[in-house]
């Protein structure tokens, strides 16, 4: 955890120092609640802290715990990597390269529906494809020039290189990425790790996740 200690203001003849503390989100956090106590017969300010833990989730209040030692105990290592390093799973290896089952096609880490069976396509790319997703809302997206590192003249030069890399909207875990060569309506081909995935079989669909 850093903090950084930044000097002392005097404001309103009371002298106050003030400490910052730098958090990242969906860990198990330590929050540091101070109260501000004016010492008898001075106009100096003193902090009484009181500390205890409380679990920052993903944002929505789901209670999920996102943190790098629960992840690492809920998931696989190939699914830890892809969702949260960013690692792309072997070509045609995944599970759902080539399923086609009626159902929702879920985020495996925190259980978002992403997208169906009526959106999957068979790109023959290696990875699960769809040409949309369940709602605009489920996803988010991601200038990805990985592939060039810091590189910007091959980039000039070959611009496919610049990729979109996708995003569960709910834990922000990494999916894939989203290409303008899929089929219509969309012309978007999603393409998607079969390690970011789980899935849902239509007669469970009424089911909650």
């Given at each position: 955890?850093?903090?950084a200690?930044?000097?002392?203001?005097?404001?309103?003849?009371?002298?106050?120092?003030?400490?910052?503390?730098?958090f990242?989100?969906?860990?198990?956090?330590?929050?540091?609640?101070?109260?501000?106590?004016t010492?008898?017969?001075?106009?100096?300010?003193?902090?009484?802290h009181?500390?205890?833990?409380?679990?920052?989730?993903?944002?929505?209040?789901?209670?999920?715990?996102?943190?790098?030692?629960?992840?690492?105990?809920?998931?696989?290592?190939?699914?830890?990597?892809?969702?949260?390093?960013?690692?792309?799973?072997?070509?045609?290896?995944?599970?759902?390269?080539?399923?086609?089952?009626?159902?929702t096609?879920?985020?495996?880490?925190?259980?978002?529906?992403?997208?169906?069976n009526?959106?999957?396509?068979?790109?023959?790319?290696?990875?699960?494809?769809?040409?949309?997703?369940?709602?605009?809302?489920?996803?988010?997206?991601?200038?990805?020039?990985?592939l060039?590192?810091?590189?910007?003249?091959?980039?000039?030069?070959?611009?496919?290189?610049?990729?979109?890399?996708?995003?569960?909207?709910?834990?922000?875990?990494?999916?894939?990425?989203?290409?303008?060569?899929?089929?219509?309506?969309?012309?978007?081909?999603?393409?998607?790790?079969?390690?970011?995935?789980?899935?849902?079989?239509?007669?469970?669909?009424?089911?909650?996740?």
């Amino acid at each position: 955890m850093q903090s950084a200690l930044f000097k002392r203001h005097l404001i309103f003849n009371c002298t106050i120092s003030s400490v910052i503390r730098k958090f990242k989100p969906c860990y198990y956090l330590e929050h540091h609640h101070c109260k501000l106590i004016t010492t008898s017969g001075t106009n100096r300010l003193s902090l009484n802290h009181r500390t205890f833990k409380t679990m920052a989730c993903c944002g929505t209040g789901c209670g999920l715990d996102l943190s790098k030692d629960a992840l690492k105990k809920k998931l696989t290592s190939m699914q830890y990597q892809v969702t949260q390093e960013g690692d792309t799973e072997r070509p045609f290896s995944g599970k759902y390269c080539n399923h086609f089952e009626k159902g929702t096609y879920v985020c495996i880490v925190c259980n978002q529906d992403l997208f169906t069976n009526e959106h999957k396509f068979d790109s023959k790319c290696g990875w699960p494809a769809f040409f949309d997703v369940v709602d605009s809302n489920c996803v988010k997206y991601k200038e990805d020039t990985s592939l060039v590192s810091r590189n910007l003249l091959l980039l000039t030069m070959k611009t496919d290189m610049k990729r979109t890399e996708v995003t569960c909207s709910k834990c922000s875990a990494h999916l894939g990425h989203v290409f303008d060569d899929g089929p219509k309506p969309t012309k978007k081909r999603y393409c998607i790790n079969s390690a970011a995935l789980d899935f849902r079989k239509a007669e469970d669909n009424s089911e909650t996740s």
